[in-house]
Nanobody, 125 residues
Framework: QVQLVESGGGLVQAGNSLRLSCVAS????????MGWFRQAAGKEREFVAS????????RYADFVKGRFTISRDNAKNTVYLQMNSLKPEDTATYYC??????????????????WGQGTQVTVSS
């Protein structure tokens, strides 16, 4: 079955950076739109960023614009989330997701068929 494995999370101080990675297997990665979502303790899962299969379309949540960048390397079946200027409110579990049915990448979690297990990001003040 499809597997998505995130890595790169950790504990950082506010203002610092992290780069998350998500490696996909058993998936036609080059044809999948990919997304990053996050869920903080006691809150609902929320959209962070998404990228189309050919990197031509990228979408971001308003709260990460200018700070986070989503990218992908289809040769490595990997999608990245570069997170700069991290804030304590960015603390959450970050999930990678794949969508193989919608033409353009969306912001709705319900559009994504496959999910990783998540990686924890903790930002201290």
């Amino acid at each position: 079955q499809v597997q998505l494995v995130e890595s790169g999370g950790g504990l950082v101080q506010a203002g610092n950076s992290l780069r998350l990675s998500c490696v996909a297997s058993r998936l036609t990665f080059s044809r999948a739109n990919m997304g990053w979502f996050r869920q903080a303790a006691g809150k609902e899962r929320e959209f962070v960023a998404s990228i189309s299969w050919n990197s031509g379309i990228r979408r971001y949540a308003d709260f990460v614009k200018g700070r986070f960048t989503i990218s992908r390397d289809n040769a490595k079946n990997t999608v990245y989330l570069q997170m700069n200027s991290l804030k304590p409110e960015d603390t959450a579990t970050y999930y990678c997701a794949a969508d193989v049915t919608v033409v353009t990448p969306t912001v709705a979690a319900t559009d994504y068929e496959y999910w990783g297990q998540g990686t924890q990001v903790t930002v201290s003040s």
